[in-house]
């Protein structure tokens, strides 16, 4: 089985701290994907990347920044965290872009508090 | 744009009894729709997916989701609800030529004894 395993399950940072999440997965997934999870917001995408060194905008990448130098390693940078970044981050993987038949499969979440 | 609604914050439902969750979608061209799972403190599972043939798919632990074209919503369904299928649920959708998936907001279950 594929897994994506997210290196934190709990954090707590200070505001203005800059924050690193990071994200392996073990099946030579091309597409990688970070998105936080809200109540009531469900899952909001931040970030993706299609393969190493690419990297797209998701819906609300303010405040935040990826690398992904290796293929099996995708990190979230909160470059000074806030706040308003408390959640939980889910990071997920897939096979490729035209491979529409496969979900995602996702890491177990970390859930970032910022105080 | 591409969408999804679940219109239902919470369901609760008694042991023994049928389940549903609900989800509506709005995507340009043909869905390909997807139901997850999330139990606390855990990332989300796979449960199963729409995408293309029969409008009743079939998934795991025993659930199951009908394509509604006309109604543009694939509604979660189980015939009995176990106390161990309370969780939280998500419906999925991306269009064919898309490669970015949105998720609703999510349903928590609660199957009571």
């Known amino acids: 089985d594929v897994k994506v395993t997210q290196s934190s399950r709990y954090l707590v940072k200070r505001t203005g701290e800059k924050v690193f999440l990071e994200c392996v997965q073990d099946?030579?997934?091309?597409?990688m994907f970070w998105y936080r999870q809200d109540p009531g917001l469900g899952l909001r995408l931040i970030y993706f990347?299609?393969?190493?060194?690419?990297?797209e905008k998701g819906d609300i990448p303010e405040g935040y920044s990826v690398s992904r130098e290796k293929k099996e390693r995708f990190s979230l940078i909160l470059e000074s965290a806030s706040t308003n970044q408390t959640s939980m981050y889910l990071c997920?993987?897939?096979?490729?872009?035209?491979?529409?038949?496969?979900?995602?499969?996702f890491g177990s979440g970390t859930r970032l508090t910022v105080v | 744009a591409q969408s999804v609604a679940q219109p239902e914050d919470q369901v609760n439902v008694a042991e023994g009894n049928p389940l549903t969750v609900k989800c509506t979608y709005s995507?340009?061209?043909?869905?390909?729709l997807f139901w997850y799972v999330q139990y606390p403190n855990r990332g989300l599972q796979f449960l199963l997916k729409?995408?293309?043939?029969?409008?009743l798919v079939k998934g795991s632990y025993g659930f199951e989701a009908e394509f509604n074209k006309s109604q543009t919503s694939f509604h979660l369904k189980k015939p009995s609800a176990l106390v161990s299928d309370s969780a939280l649920y998500f419906c999925?959708?991306?269009?064919?030529?898309?490669?970015?998936?949105?998720f609703g907001s999510g349903t928590k279950l609660n199957v009571k004894p």
């Open positions: 995507v340009s061209g043909n869905p390909y």
């Open positions: 999925a959708v991306r269009a064919y030529n898309f490669n970015k998936f949105y």
């Open positions: 990347s299609y393969d190493v060194k690419m990297k």
């Open positions: 997920a993987s897939r096979v490729t872009p035209g491979q529409a038949l496969y979900g995602y499969t």
């Open positions: 099946m030579d997934h091309e597409n």
């Open positions: 729409y995408i293309t043939g029969d409008n």
